[in-house]
């Protein structure tokens, strides 16, 4: 079975400071692997995607995630963060049959 | 402006009442998925379907959910008899009928859901 762990819930972070979050994934199989955003009271918008190819992979808004098949992890990263990044951001993984299934969060707060 | 949108987005309900909750697919769009997401346990996957026919439902507690889809534009989810821990926000989300070439899932605002 598929499975995503993103184990930090919350990540404070100061304002052009840069940002990590973390992501493992379980997939017996080559993953299909996304970065969404969520921001408060709003669905969940695509952040970037991984299917083949170049490991480390560019999305929208600044962010970037690197697919480590190794350590099955997919991490997003951001250079230097602004305030409007404040958000909560998933981690998921496209399995058999098309499943999509995704982490349980990390709420990112942006301190001045 | 193609979006998903869900209706209602907003429901108060008591326990034991029967709550429907409807969800319009981007035109075009033959997969649908309804997560359901609480602080708890985060985005959990209730069902999906594709071409109007359930994949996987094994997400739902099925003496009390039912998920179908009527037509192309229109899937729904219901509660009968809801209960106070069913009180989430359920998001409907639909894709293009090949996940595994554009990857995109498309998602609409939510529908709160309160059980009191």
């Known amino acids: 079975a598929q499975s995503v762990t993103q184990p930090d819930i919350h990540i404070t972070v100061s304002e052009g400071a840069s940002l990590e979050l973390r992501c493992n994934y379980s997939?017996?199989?080559?993953?299909?692997l996304f970065w969404y955003v969520q921001s408060p009271g709003q669905g969940l918008q695509l952040l970037l995607k991984?299917?083949?190819?170049?490991?480390l992979v560019q999305g929208i808004k600044g962010f970037e995630a690197e697919f480590k098949r190794s350590q099955s992890s997919f991490n997003l990263r951001k250079p230097s963060v602004h305030w409007s990044d404040a958000a909560e951001y998933f981690c998921?993984?496209?399995?058999?049959?098309?499943?999509?299934?995704f982490g349980t969060g990390t709420k990112l707060q942006v301190i001045p | 402006d193609a979006r998903v949108t869900q209706t209602p987005r907003d429901k108060v309900t008591e326990m034991g009442q029967e709550v429907t909750m409807r969800c319009q697919p981007i035109?075009?769009?033959?997969?649908v998925f309804w997560y359901r997401q609480t602080m708890k346990q985060g985005l959990e996957l209730l069902a999906y379907?594709?071409?109007?026919?359930?994949?996987?439902d094994s997400g739902m507690p099925k003496d009390r959910f039912s998920a179908e889809m009527p037509d192309a534009t229109l899937a729904t989810l219901k509660i009968q008899p809801s209960e106070p821990r069913d009180s989430a926000v359920y998001f409907c989300?639909?894709?293009?009928?090949?996940?595994?070439?554009?990857?995109?899932?498309?998602f609409g605002e939510g529908s709160r859901l309160t059980v009191l």
């Open positions: 989300a639909s894709g293009t009928g090949d996940l595994l070439n554009t990857g995109e899932l498309f």
């Open positions: 997939y017996g199989a080559t993953p299909y």
């Open positions: 991984y299917f083949s190819g170049d490991t």
């Open positions: 998921a993984v496209l399995g058999g049959y098309q499943k999509v299934t």
């Open positions: 035109l075009g769009h033959n997969t």
């Open positions: 379907f594709r071409n109007r026919a359930p994949l996987d």
